[in-house]
């Protein structure tokens, strides 16, 4: 592909993507009605330098501010939200997603907080896949199973950013370029990711991607959320909701037997809003391999833009409604979060502080024929939306 090209497809027409999200994708507001206004004060994007990389390549963090008074952080490593405000009944904005407060923790041990994720998101069987006659091993990084994009997937990289404003929003529009054969994906693979806040306290993320051989392709952002705004809670009193009348079953390496399950009758049922903790402590199989949720659901009306998910925190009122285009939802509580990651200004994080909804195609989906497809060939182009928006409970 002509450099040419790349940069027609992977420049502003990302962020044209991603603002016809807020023209044509309406959702239905719940809670507290939120009053028109005019903006009081401009939107705004802070340029800072975040830190080097071991390899001494600079990190540079970007915080988009709305007129609101939200604010998101953004670094390049990674293009991880390190930082994410979000109003509570009394109009107090605090940060609720975990995080740390240096390069150096990110870079030594990160649980994928706040992070993009790929080539592919979740996991992979065995790390292997066919494309054709073709059989292809990733990097095993997650007992007998690839994860996450392996030893080193988009997480662990330096995206370019470039920042975009207007009257309406501001954006961040993050790139990268992955190798042939990294991570033991074929083809090169031009990837564009953007960050739109706008003045609804909605951040909307667009996932676009081209290459120039036949793979797979299954991102994702990978925020940890705690509505209370204090990561010595944990979330297991917020009131979550998905979209979702089916979830997969699991193996005991947590990779799906192929089942499309009902949820109705069993504690993976939220197709009504209840507590995550609930259920959480049932004797059930599923939860026992998971050691909680740590499952992807089958969201219902697969293929359009709609709201799949919604989360409550009773007690601060914080609301957090999702949508998106993807079929599936992954949900994973902080299981494995053990008291060993440090909290900004002290402690550490500990067991089910933080829940994950991330939004993707379903795990294992190459091995699995009657999933849907996560092939990506020249001439294509991937597209992926899914937007965060929060508001206040009554």
């Known amino acids: 592909m002509k450099k040419s090209t790349f940069k027609a497809i992977l420049s502003f027409p990302a962020y044209l993507f991603i603002l016809l999200l807020l023209t044509h994708c309406k959702q239905e507001k719940s809670g507290k009605a939120q009053a028109e206004s005019t903006p009081t004060a401009a939107f705004e994007i802070k340029k800072s330098d975040y830190g080097k990389m071991p390899d001494g390549q600079a990190v540079e963090q970007y915080i988009l501010k709305n007129p609101q008074g939200m604010e998101i952080a953004v670094i390049t490593y990674g293009g991880i939200i390190t930082s994410w405000t979000a109003p509570d009944k009394a109009g107090k ?71 975009q404003q207007d009257s309406t929003a501001v954006s961040l529009v993050l790139k990268y370029v992955s190798a042939d054969g990294e991570g033991g994906y074929p083809g090169k693979l031009y990837c564009t990711v953007t960050y739109l806040l706008d003045n609804d306290n909605a951040l909307h993320v667009a996932y676009e991607a081209v290459t120039d051989k036949e793979t797979i392709v299954n991102l994702t952002q990978h925020s940890y959320f705690n509505l ?124 089910r502080t933080g829940f994950c909804l991330e939004t993707q195609h379903y795990p294992d989906s190459p091995n699995q024929y009657s999933f849907p497809s996560v092939l990506l060939r020249p001439g294509e182009k991937y597209s992926s939306a899914t937007v965060f928006k929060f508001l206040v409970a009554e």
Request: charged content about 15%.
């Open 93 to 163: 904005y605090e940060n609720v997603v975990l995080g740390f407060d240096s390069l150096s923790q990110y870079v030594a041990n990160n649980p994928y907080f706040g992070a993009i994720i790929g080539r592919y998101g979740n996991r992979i069987a065995k790390g292997q896949f066919k494309l054709g006659k073709a059989t292809f091993q990733l990097e095993n990084n997650d007992g007998p199973n690839h994860l996450h994009g392996g030893v080193k997937g988009f997480d662990k990289v330096v995206w370019q950013a470039f920042p």
């Open 228 to 351: 209370s705004g204090n990561f010595s809670n944990t979330i297991l009193d917020h009131e979550l909701m998905m979209a979702a009348d089916q979830y997969l079953p699991v193996d005991v390496t947590l990779i799906p037997t192929g089942e499309l399950a009902p949820v109705a009758g069993t504690p993976f049922d939220f197709t009504t809003a209840k507590a995550i903790g609930r259920d959480i402590n049932t004797t059930d199989e599923q939860l026992e391999r998971g050691r909680g949720y740590d499952h992807c659901w089958v969201l219902n009306n697969p293929g359009s833009m709609r709201q799949v998910a919604s989360v409550t925190h009773p007690a601060t009122g914080r609301r957090l409604e999702i949508s998106s285009n993807e079929p599936g939802l992954q949900f994973y509580c902080g299981n494995f979060l053990d008291g060993t990651l440090p909290m900004p200004g002290g402690g550490t994080y500990g067991h």
